[in-house]
């Protein structure tokens, strides 16, 4: 197991776009190596989800899993979902206040609109090409880990400067009305 340091916003290789991982190298065990210390570093941290960039390594992937997590008690569970080199693609024009904070963001939380229908197509850690239909708050956590291989992290995103607040006054003043917001959102969509 190999928890690794998560880079902090400004860091040039968070900043920079990302490499396409070449497929071919997908079985290696240097690219499998990345994929667990990806898993591990995520779960050390209850991150939701966590891009290669962000512990220094400068390739499109990323993780995804939400379990019973504390940072965040409000959003519906994800099956561990490993990406490589993602597409993504908005089905409708209907967007979300997504209220997102982000392991190399520390302290700091924000509004930012997130697309609720996407479709999302790319390699599993086994080298097998996968499309599926991601609906509901599921979708903003694919979008917030996807732009992490464009170097945009949420601060860039930010609709409404005044959103920016810390985890603490978060979690003091906005959590509840935040996890009905929510609710509802996994109510019209099951995810
Ligand atoms: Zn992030």
């Known amino acids: 197991m190999t928890v690794r340091k998560v880079l902090q916003i400004g860091h040039p ?12 190298n997908i079985p290696t065990p240097e690219v499998q190596g990345w994929v667990d210390d990806l898993i ?16 220094g390594i400068p390739h499109r992937l990323f993780v995804i899993e939400v379990g019973n997590n504390p940072r965040y008690p409000y959003k519906p ?10 597409t993504v693609r908005f089905l409708t024009e209907e967007t979300f206040v997504s209220n997102e904070g982000c392991l190399s963001v520390p302290q700091m939380r924000g509004n930012v609109d997130r697309h609720v229908e996407i479709e999302v197509s790319y390699y599993d850690r086994d080298g097998q090409q996968q499309t599926h239909e991601i609906r509901g708050y599921s979708a903003c956590t694919w979008q917030h880990e996807y732009d992490h291989l464009d170097g945009i992290l949420f601060p860039h995103r930010v609709t409404d400067a005044q959103s920016f607040c810390s985890w ?6 906005q959590q509840e009305a935040y996890a009905s917001h929510v609710k509802a959102l996994v ?3 099951g995810a």
């Open 13 to 24: 290789i968070l900043a920079a776009r990302a490499n396409e991982v070449p497929i071919e």
């Open 77 to 86: 569970k994800v099956p561990l979902t490993v990406v490589i080199n993602p």
């Open 40 to 55: 591990d570093t995520m779960r050390d941290a209850n991150g939701a989800g966590i891009a290669a960039n962000q512990i």
């Open 168 to 173: 603490d006054v978060f979690q003091e003043f």
């Open 187 to 189: 109510a019209k969509w």
